[in-house]
């Protein structure tokens, strides 16, 4: 079983929908949750982080966290074609001062005009 | 303005001959790390430092080399390049996590260097 897993994609929406992006982890010892978007080419921009359950929102962006469940989504409200990227979950556990941050697979949203 | 900067950020090589990546950050950040992104794959963690004179193994750490002689600089170290090396790799750093603050757990991440070994 992967680290963190991703669906792959595409994934395609609407513009002006809602996009749901999800991602599942396989260490209960991981603290710290968070989403990169990475255009093409381009080095991954951190979008969200997470470090509790529940929800965070941020403008249009909203992290979702059970731990319980070991899981982790990124909703994007009114997608806007700008918002077509690649979406990275990467997940952090922290040992003795030593941090590892392992990232998903990523996965490809396309926003159809 | 916070940077890290990777060079060369394009590259074509042949197998066997060395090469370096140097990465280089402002930000006074104790940690660093190099990753390489491949189709599929995601992004790997090759080596990482804690700080200087520090380092460790990430996932995919064969066939490279780091060094952490100084806080701002973690070059990445090719001794013999093969074709399987060849990789989108970036370099990332952020602050040490007691000192993170309101920053939270913001990782920078360099542009890219595009490795083909030949």
């Known amino acids: 079983q992967k680290e963190v897993e991703q669906n792959s994609g595409p994934l395609s929406v609407p513009e002006g929908a809602i996009a749901s992006l999800n991602c599942t982890y396989s260490?209960?010892?991981?603290?710290?949750f968070f989403w990169y978007r990475q255009y093409s080419g381009k080095s991954p921009e951190l979008i969200m982080s997470?470090?509790?359950?529940g929800d965070k929102e941020d403008g249009r962006f909203t992290a979702q966290l059970n731990k319980a469940s070991q899981y982790v989504s990124l909703l994007i409200r009114d997608s806007q074609p700008s918002d077509s990227a690649t979406y990275l979950c990467?997940?952090?556990?922290?040992?003795?001062?030593?941090?590892?941050?392992?990232f998903g697979t990523g996965t490809r949203l396309t926003i159809i005009p | 303005e916070a940077q890290v900067t990777q060079n060369p950020r394009y590259l074509i090589t042949v197998t066997g001959k060395k090469l370096t990546v140097t990465c280089s950050q402002n930000?006074?950040?104790?940690?660093m790390s190099w990753y390489r992104q491949d189709p599929g794959l995601g992004l790997r963690q090759i080596y990482y430092?804690?700080?200087?004179?520090?380092?460790d193994k990430g996932d995919v750490p064969e066939g490279y080399k780091v060094s952490r002689k100084e806080k701002r600089n973690f070059p990445l170290i090719l001794e013999s390049p093969s074709p399987n090396q060849t990789s989108l790799y970036f370099c990332?750093?952020?602050?040490?996590?007691?000192?993170?603050?309101?920053?939270?757990?913001?990782?920078?991440f360099g542009e890219g260097s595009w490795l083909t070994v030949v």
């Open positions: 990332a750093s952020s602050p040490k996590y007691r000192d993170r603050g309101v920053s939270g757990n913001t990782i920078y």
């Open positions: 990467a997940v952090k556990v922290t040992n003795f001062g030593n941090e590892k941050l392992t």
């Open positions: 930000m006074n950040h104790e940690y």
């Open positions: 997470i470090y509790s359950n």
């Open positions: 260490d209960r010892g991981s603290q710290s």
């Open positions: 430092s804690m700080n200087v004179e520090v380092t």
